[in-house]
């Protein structure tokens, strides 16, 4: 696949080209890429239930299964795996144990629409996006949803949940700034990116459209992530759009398949694992990403 160039710092960033790796294939619609610093990757094979390990010496392995149709993960502060569930309209958080917590399912009383996209901040609190698409067959269980909006909740550390945005088409994908004093949100029904302000207590200020995603081919706003310099990828038409602190949209990384989300990862944190439809590619970046483990 090629690069789209829009401004010539995408090659400082991605490189001249890119070079795509089959990590895995074969499933039915992957998303929730998440690495951990011991060597393995997790991600979910959502509408077949399966959330899966995989490695480079062991391969693609069994981690969960039913995993109630698990979406985006991430790491708590204490290592812990954090998932939103779309079958069950769940946040939950696997102990050390291996048994599972509940930390959300509701709002006023009424059942979450389906949890899709989690960050943890630095003070303990998870942030999740709430859309619909995990009330609708394939991606989740048919069902309608209770709530008459599609919000940004937080997860206080004492266990409180609160909505802190619902003026979304559909909220999907989060990312927090290097400092973690903003929150960028991305609607795919409105192909566009929002900056938000994080105050002291968590709750969000601002919301302002920081960027759109446009161009040809399809794909629309979903997984987001952050790198090492400030520069922001974020799923759209073609592929993965990449944008400079300044929002100037550098080009796309087009990607053989409909892409849906990716994690930085190996060691270096150069590598990318796309989720991509049937499948998990890998490429090697110039400029290295974020972890996501405390």
């Known amino acids: 696949m090629s690069l789209e160039i829009r401004d010539p710092r995408l090659t400082a960033i991605v490189g001249p080209a890119v070079t795509f790796e089959t990590v895995a294939t074969g499933c039915i619609f992957t998303e929730g890429p998440l690495w951990h610093p011991a060597g393995y990757l997790l991600f979910s094979d959502m509408p077949g239930d399966h959330l899966r390990r995989w490695s480079q010496a062991e391969g693609v392995t069994t981690f969960r299964q039913p995993c109630n149709k698990s979406n985006g993960l991430a790491w708590d502060r204490q290592g812990r795996l954090v998932a939103c569930e779309h079958a069950t309209s769940r946040v939950t958080r696997t102990e050390a144990d291996g048994t599972i917590t509940v930390l959300a399912t509701h709002h006023d009383g009424r059942e979450l629409n389906s949890p899709n996209d989690v960050v943890v901040h630095g003070d303990g609190g998870i942030y999740f996006s709430d859309p619909t698409y995990g009330r609708m067959e394939h991606y989740g269980v048919l069902r ?122 190996d060691g270096d944190y150069r590598s990318l694992f796309i989720t991509a439809s049937t499948s998990v590619y890998r490429i090697r970046v110039d400029v290295p990403g974020t972890p996501q483990f405390p």
């Not at 266990?159 to 700034?177: H, I, K, M, T, Y």
């Open 144 to 265: 309608e949803p209770q709530l008459d909006f599609r919000g940004v909740f937080r997860i206080d550390p004492s266990g409180e949940v609160r909505l802190l945005a619902d003026d979304f088409g559909q909220p999907n994908g989060l990312c927090f700034s290097q400092d973690g004093r903003r929150l960028f949100v991305n609607d795919t029904d409105r192909q566009h990116i929002r900056l938000f302000d994080v105050r002291a207590d968590g709750t969000l200020a601002g919301g302002q459209v920081w960027a759109e995603t446009t161009g040809e081919g399809d794909g629309a706003p979903d997984g987001m992530k952050l790198d090492s310099a400030g520069n922001l990828y974020c799923c759209g038409p073609g592929g993965i759009h990449v944008f400079a602190p300044d929002a100037t949209c550098l080009g796309v990384v087009g990607v053989p398949e409909y892409t849906a989300n990716f994690a930085w990862g």
